[in-house]
């Protein structure tokens, strides 16, 4: 099982480069990182489990991440019925986005930054992907709001963006008032 400690911090120099393609099929070690990811964000988001295990919250974990230059990531998020939505998506490419931009208002997060960070990032409120899924089918999925900015987020890390570097540093608020918040 992953542990928090696994997840790399933002100082660790691969978060910083660009991964490459994943090929199918996959290895053994990509799909049981994939298992464990989604394992691991699982068990985060309940209160209990977290705490119990020192998992930090989250809803999304790139390979980057975890150590391994691939363009592969995972997203687990718990709906309010307490279902999971998840995807694992590899070697994904930005087909069509909204032009309406929306913000997380109590500001992003990120299992790498381990520290406060003040300030918004803009991303579409709707998007929609080309990727591969874990047998190598192709798929494209049209996601919004949340699941939108977790996308955004996670594709970031592939390209080895981290969500400070899209702060605005001398005005960390920017264009708040002509965004939606989410």
């Not at 977290?50 to 718990?78: C, D, H, T, W």
């Not at 995807?87 to 381990?114: A, K, R």
């Not at 998007?127 to 049209?142: A, H, L, M, P, W």
Request: with cysteine.
């Amino acid at each position: 099982m992953l542990k928090t400690s696994d997840i790399l911090d933002e100082k660790n120099k691969i978060l910083r480069q660009k991964s490459i393609d994943a090929n199918f099929p996959l290895e053994e070690e990509d799909i049981k990182l994939i298992n464990d990811s989604i394992e691991y964000l699982r068990l985060s988001q309940d209160e209990e489990q977290a705490e119990k295990l020192n998992l930090r919250a989250g809803m999304g974990l790139a390979f980057p991440q975890l150590g391994k230059s691939k363009r592969i990531f995972v997203i687990s998020y718990k709906k309010e019925d307490g279902e999971f939505i998840e995807y694992t998506v590899i070697n994904p490419t930005l087909i069509s986005y909204s032009n309406e931009l929306v913000y997380v208002e109590e500001g992003e997060g990120c299992l790498s930054v381990n520290r406060d960070v003040d300030g918004i990032i803009p991303r579409h409120a709707r998007i929609t992907v080309g990727f591969y899924d874990i047998n190598g089918n192709y798929k494209e999925e049209r996601v919004r709001e949340e699941i939108a900015v977790a996308f955004q987020h996670e594709m970031d890390h592939l390209d080895g963006i981290l969500f400070p570097d899209r702060i605005d540093k001398k005005n960390p608020y920017k264009n708040m008032d002509i965004m939606r918040s989410i």
